[in-house]
């Protein structure tokens, strides 16, 4: 025994005994964790909960009780946890059922994961973002759809792809430098639209998408005839300006549409947009005003 606590005392993961939230054992990590000088100040509290807000309290009873009845281990849990020193930390929260001196008590036992979860979120963010532009990017348009379509479906929403026109030109004249450059310029623009309420992502090459709102046909028209402004505006400066205009493809949010579907739809009303000479909306859907084109240049 003596040569576990001795292990436990050395241990850099913060572990407390308590009965009742009583401490009876600490080790110096917790001490530490807990933002106090020492062990015996961690003894020297009436109840661990004063190292917590009390409206984790019902939550930390519950789950006390539950390793006291079912002598089995708690499932970790991450918590935020703020120390005495309000330093902000992410704690994963283990609670094992023990005796000490002959009597049930709860060993908790602590990592701390700040550093882990906060690596996990970049590469998930990185994951969900363009390299280059720094917007979001075609797989976080699919987890959009897929995980949080429905409110999409339940207002006026409307998906537009934006190709930016002769974009090849720019690269064959100025180099790809210059036509990243350009990219970056017009994706900083866009982003910034519309108070940031809607969603810039970069599809790929030259191609963006963006999720509208709109309650009516005047509102959305406002809307897409300012994505063509704006991408006009935004210019890289060589020994002339570059500057580039778009073609976009417009359709609207149908029940029972699925990320193929709607995607088809707009690639569609895309395509058109070029065709038909580019520097011009095309919108493609069924229920609304069919096969408008808005701000033909």
């Not at 001490?31 to 004063?50: I, N, R, W, Y």
């Not at 001196?101 to 970049?122: F, H, L, N, P, W």
């Not at 580039?244 to 493809?249: F, L, V, Y």
Request: proline share 3%.
């Amino acid at each position: 025994m003596a040569d576990y606590k001795s292990i436990i005392d050395l241990h850099p993961n913060p572990c407390v005994i308590h009965i009742n939230f009583k401490p009876l054992y600490a080790n110096q990590a917790f001490a530490e964790f807990s933002g106090l000088d020492s062990v015996s100040e961690v003894l020297g509290l009436t109840s661990l909960k004063q190292l917590f807000v009390e409206e984790h309290w019902p939550e930390a009873d519950r789950r006390y009780q539950q390793v006291m009845d079912s002598e089995h281990s708690s499932q970790p849990e991450v918590i935020e946890h703020t120390d005495m020193q309000g330093n902000p930390q992410l704690a994963e929260i283990t609670d094992a059922l023990v005796y000490w001196q002959g009597q049930k008590a709860m060993c908790t036992y602590i990592s701390v994961v700040t550093d882990r979860i906060r690596r996990e979120e970049d590469l998930h963010r990185m994951a969900l973002c363009d390299e280059l532009t720094g917007v979001r990017n075609r797989r976080y348009l699919l987890n959009q759809f897929e995980n949080h379509h429905k409110p999409y479906l339940q207002g006026r929403h409307y998906l537009a792809l934006i190709d930016l026109d002769y974009f090849k030109s720019v690269n064959d004249t100025w180099g790809h430098v210059v036509g990243d450059n350009l990219l970056k310029q017009v994706a900083c623009a866009l982003s910034n639209l519309f108070n940031n309420r809607h969603q810039l992502v970069r599809i790929g090459g030259e191609e963006f998408a963006i999720i509208l709102s709109a309650d009516s046909e005047v509102e959305l028209k406002e809307q897409l005839t300012l994505l063509q402004n704006t991408i006009r505006n935004a210019c890289v400066q060589q020994k002339q300006k570059v500057c580039c205009t778009g073609s976009i493809g417009v359709t609207n949010y149908l029940s029972g549409d699925t990320f193929d579907a709607i995607f088809e739809r707009a690639d569609r009303a895309l395509y058109q947009a070029k065709h038909q000479g580019r520097d011009q909306v095309v919108c493609s859907w069924g229920n609304c005003f069919p096969g408008s084109t808005i701000g033909q240049a």
